[in-house]
């Protein structure tokens, strides 16, 4: 399976900044990254899917300008949580799909975001 | 709609074997995944099936009827280390994962 890491692992931060979040695909080309959102004791929420190269396709409900997400490269994916309220506190965590297998996903460490 | 049903919870001792049961409704079809997510963690890949039939890999079975819109995920000679939840993910007609709450699985010694 594909390695997948994710940094920070966890990041406290005040309400009002901003947080960036990356993952790194360390040993293959992903053509997509896939961001969720996991609460305790919930199911994983896509939050968006993002093509290297292209705008991501945010899912319903997911407000695009808060949650900015760039995949600049076929390695490299973004999140960032902008104007970060306590609510926004989360397990975020992405994964990977190898180029030319669309269907299986790598996950991350995850990183764990607590906003005060 | 989507939907995937499992058993909230449930409980096993080291070293039995245990059954964990996934129903399933997507629109379309493309493979379901099974993952495993210790906590405070992230899932890991468990098991595929595209096909009807079982798939072995070690102690972990896993089963599919797509007819039935029905999986299991079969563990066998179970350890403490298996204690977690274990997700199954059916892959709608978009290629997007569909995930449900998982089964919280608790080995007792």
């Known amino acids: 399976g594909a390695v997948v890491s994710q940094h920070p692992s966890w990041v406290i931060c005040k309400s009002g900044t901003s947080v960036k979040i990356e993952c790194r695909s360390l040993d293959f080309q992903a053509t997509t990254m896939f961001w969720y959102r996991q609460f305790p004791k919930q199911s994983l929420m896509l939050m968006a899917t993002s093509n290297e190269g292209s705008k991501a396709t945010y899912e319903q409900g997911v407000e695009k300008d808060k949650f900015l997400i760039n995949h600049a490269s076929l390695t490299l994916s973004t999140l960032t949580v902008t104007s970060a309220h306590p609510e926004d506190s989360s397990f975020y965590i992405c994964?990977?799909?190898?180029?030319?297998?669309?269907?299986?996903?790598?996950f991350g460490p995850g990183t764990r975001l607590t906003v005060t | 709609g989507q939907n995937i049903d499992q058993p909230t919870e449930m409980t096993a001792t080291e070293g039995a074997i245990v059954q964990i049961n996934c129903t399933y409704q997507t629109s379309g079809f493309n493979g379901l995944f099974w993952y495993q997510q210790h906590a405070g963690e992230a899932p890991t890949f468990l098991s595929y099936n595209v096909l009807d039939g079982l798939e072995e890999k070690g102690r972990f079975s896993s089963f599919l009827s797509r007819s039935k819109g029905y999986s299991y995920l079969l563990l066998k000679e179970l350890q403490m280390k298996d204690s977690a939840s274990y997700l199954c993910?059916?892959?709608?007609?978009?290629?997007?994962?569909?995930w449900g709450a998982g089964t919280k699985l608790i080995i007792k010694p």
């Open positions: 994964s990977v799909s190898e180029r030319g297998r669309t269907y299986e996903q790598y």
């Open positions: 993910a059916p892959m709608d007609s978009n290629y997007q994962l569909i």
